[in-house]
């Protein structure tokens, strides 16, 4: 985008159409105004048309949640939001109470939350570079097994997710007839995997094979700009495998891994369609991720106003994680730009 | 530089994060009906066959015909029960939704304090030929009391007792329990060599709901008191989802594997002889689909307590359950919306319609058809007319049957994993669930 304003004609920057500039058009003595300000200005234009969808899609909704946030808004006012009345505070209080079962429950979720994003997006990034250095050697049936990798991503997800939860039911699903009846671990009686405290490992089992791919994907599409002439030096100097993992994989990849790792945790923290499809409406207490919580205080509850308000308060966590996460990594890497 | 890279940078994480807030919109919408198109009508059917094809096959005929009558075009849509009350939740919101709809009836109350359906006055109910065409309970439950009716009744069904006939005559039962001791002493008889004696849907929170109802009528008691606040925690609630659980904790004659059925897989095991016994409500057509046979299966009235015999008060076996058809309030051709309920809730379209679905007719006339005459039939029939209450119609009715179904079911996880369900488990999450509806 930076590179736009200099491939205007030269003609162009300094008054061929200099009539149309705004500000009243060209001074004496200061001739060059016009190019600059369409030069300054140029960027901007281009991108108005995205900012105003921008506007639009996200940011009107937003702000119309923001606003339901401080109404008392149930089914008797969901026909006009308008007219439910102002509360203030009086939602953010309710659901940051934690002496109340509203405030408690949504504590509950969030902690079950951030355990759950730490766990998932470690195992997915974990997994995703394993595999992606892995395929970095070339072998037989290389390309099979990269496709193969693949297939979580490209699934639909509720496809994916009810058959999973068909596999973890308890009498008639794959999971216990393997653990249990062919394995023979975990004794004879059937484990519940979506009732329970077992339950959160249902959801995270689903949440890494769904995920993880994505991570692959990332990390392999990164390692193929890092030289081969590094490792073949590193390996010429007496490096070992991990020496080079360390030392050449992971730095080279570094950037692509920020953002990764990012994406990641704001996709798995607000998840609403793995547990919703594992769990119905209602999730057992152990998995009750805070995108089920919300959407059953909103739109099973018919609470839309504390509804609103737990979501302005995920989002403002999510924005402050996210602006530490960019302040600290973007730091990092320019401490080592210095260097 | 360094402030355009900061820029770009809020820039996507508020684009990304924005989902989280995007909730809902509002609309002032059009108040009252008009007749602005005449000649069309979108409606919204609930899936009451085996499957949509099922009921696209079913209405597409009747619609037909209502057409040739009238020249007014429907348009169907058939709407899985899981998405139908957020579909409804939507339109209302927006003010575009369908012409006509179908609504579970314990919404009436819930979707009648919206205020997007049309009121059944006594204007409205006499362009459909008058509300003492209906059955009583059955209006009872299209809306709060004291108010005119949100929605018109279309289908009606009740709770049974239904019981595989081969299995009690292996087990040399002769009839199936009255009464709830009865219950406990033939489903030990049964529950055995992996056979259990009753099915449940432990992780389904309308059924919980239903059963939950019915055991606190029978306990003498009330979720709602009469200025319409919730008094789920009383002891005599507290006694009656304790004795539900307890089939499946104390008395052991529900599989601790029901605990997280939801998808009607109880109807499969009843079907298998895995289980003997179900609770259901007009479970017939499933049981044929599920390759049972006429004669298979027996109906008799749900078990009341000890003394008793199916009446009312304590002797409540049954919720009124049922479908009911709302007009939306801000409907472009309300008089041929008014002209299609009429036609759906006319004795010919009640006996076909509900023949089909294996409801009942809520229409008086219709009821007395020889079709509706089936043991099956008879038994649901009259435990309607004589033993059957609506659900609590109160404006909060969809958050109770959330809040409380979820109580149970982390009732039935408990008692699933062999850890105790006692007195004060079950009051502690009542209590729970009674708080998360106050605040």
């Known amino acids: ?339 | 530089m360094r402030r355009t890279r900061a820029a770009a940078a809020a820039a996507v994480a508020v684009s990304l994060l924005s989902a989280a807030t995007a909730c809902g919109g509002g609309s002032t919408g059009a108040e009252g009906g008009s007749n602005t198109a005449p000649k069309e009508l979108t409606y919204w059917a609930s899936n009451q066959g085996p499957d949509i094809t099922a009921d696209q096959a079913t209405l597409g005929p009747e619609l037909k015909k209502f057409e040739e009558q009238t020249g007014i075009k429907v348009k169907l849509e058939v709407v899985p029960w899981s998405d139908l009350l957020n579909r409804i939740l939507a339109a209302t919101a927006s003010g575009q939704g369908p012409d006509v709809l179908n609504i579970g009836n314990t919404w009436s109350s819930s979707l009648q304090a919206t205020g997007a359906l049309l009121p059944w006055t006594a204007k409205n109910f006499d362009a459909i030929g008058g509300r003492d065409r209906f059955v009583e309970s059955a209006i009872g439950s299209a809306g709060a009391a004291g108010q005119d009716p949100a929605a018109v009744p279309l289908y009606s069904m009740s709770y049974a007792l239904y019981y595989n006939k081969k299995v009690f005559q292996e087990a040399g039962i002769e009839k199936p329990p009255a009464t709830w001791d009865e219950m406990v002493t033939i489903g030990r008889k049964l529950s055995k060599d992996g056979r259990w004696a009753l099915g449940a849907e432990g992780s389904n929170l309308s059924n919980n709901i239903h059963q939950a109802f019915v055991l606190s009528k029978q306990h003498g008691a009330e979720f709602f008191d009469a200025a319409g606040k919730p008094t789920f925690d009383t002891a005599a609630n507290v006694d009656a989802v304790k004795q539900y659980v307890d089939l499946m904790a104390k008395d052991k004659i529900i599989a601790p594997g029901n605990a997280e059925y939801d998808k009607n897989q109880s109807l499969q095991d009843f079907s298998n002889g895995k289980t003997a016994m179900v609770l259901w409500q007009n479970a017939a057509s499933t049981f044929k689909a599920h390759g049972m046979k006429e004669g298979d299966w027996g109906v008799a009235p749900v078990p009341v307590p000890a003394g008793g015999a199916p009446g009312s008060g304590k002797n409540t076996n049954s919720m009124v359950a049922g479908i009911n058809l709302a007009v939306f309030k801000n409907t472009d051709n309300t008089d041929g919306a008014l002209k299609f309920v009429k036609f759906m809730t006319s004795d010919e379209e009640q006996k076909i319609l509900n023949r089909t679905y294996g409801s009942i007719p809520p229409v008086k006339a219709a009821q007395t058809d020889p079709a509706f005459a089936t043991d099956d039939l008879t038994v649901l029939r009259n435990t309607l007319s004589t033993s059957a209450a609506p659900l609590p119609q109160v404006p909060e009715e969809s958050q109770f049957e959330t809040a409380v179904g979820t109580a149970v079911k982390e009732l039935f996880a408990d008692a699933a994993a062999g850890r105790p369900v006692t007195a004060e488990s079950v009051k502690a999450k009542l209590t729970k669930a009674q708080q998360q509806m106050s605040s």
């Not at chain 1, 006012?77 to 209080?93: E, H, L, Q, V």
């Not at chain 1, 997006?121 to 974990?126: E, N, T």
């Not at chain 1, 030096?233 to 490096?239: I, Y």
């Not at chain 1, 737990?310 to 600290?328: C, D, I, P, Q």
């Open chain 1, 1 to 339: 985008m930076t590179s736009a304003p200099t491939t205007l004609p030269p003609d162009a920057k300094a008054g061929g159409r200099a009539g149309r500039a705004p500000a009243g058009g060209p001074r004496p003595g200061r001739v060059r105004r016009p190019g600059r300000l369409r030069r300054t200005a140029l960027p901007y234009l281009l991108l108005l048309p995205a900012l105003l969808l921008e506007l639009l899609i996200h940011l009107v909704p937003m702000v119309m949640g923001i606003v339901m946030s401080f109404r008392q808004l149930t089914q008797f006012f969901i026909r006009d939001w308008s007219r439910a009345p102002w509360t203030g505070f009086d939602n953010y209080r309710l659901a940051v109470d934690v002496n109340r079962p509203v405030g408690e429950a949504l504590l509950g979720s969030f902690l079950t939350t951030c355990l759950f994003t730490l766990l998932s997006v470690g195992l997915c990034w974990l997994l995703g570079t394993a595999a992606a250095v892995f395929m970095q050697e070339t072998f037989r049936g290389r390309g099979f097994l990269r496709a193969l990798f693949l297939v979580p991503y490209a699934l639909p997800v509720y496809a994916a997710v009810i058959t999973w939860a068909f596999m973890f039911q308890r009498d008639n699903g794959m999971v216990n007839h393997l653990l249990h009846d062919q394995l023979g671990l975990g004794g004879a009686e059937h484990t519940f995997w979506l009732l329970g405290d077992n339950s959160f490992w249902a959801l995270l089992t689903v949440s890494v094979w769904k995920g993880w791919p994505f991570a692959f994907l990332i990390v392999m599409a990164a390692l193929q700009n890092v030289p081969r002439d590094l490792y073949e030096a590193a390996a010429l100097d007496g490096a070992g495998i991990w020496q080079q993992i360390r030392r050449i994989t992971l730095p080279s990849v570094g950037a692509v891994n920020q953002v990764l790792i990012l994406v990641l945790f704001l996709w798995t923290f607000n998840d609403f369609n793995t547990p919703f499809v594992l769990f119905g409406k209602s999730a057992p207490e152990a998995a009750d991720l805070i995108s089920i919580h919300i959407y059953q205080s909103s739109f099973v509850t018919w609470n839309f106003g504390t509804g609103s308000a737990m979501s302005v308060l995920l989002l403002l966590f999510l924005l402050l994680v996210t602006a530490g996460y960019l302040f600290f990594t973007t730091r990092g890497r320019k401490d080592a730009d210095a260097r």
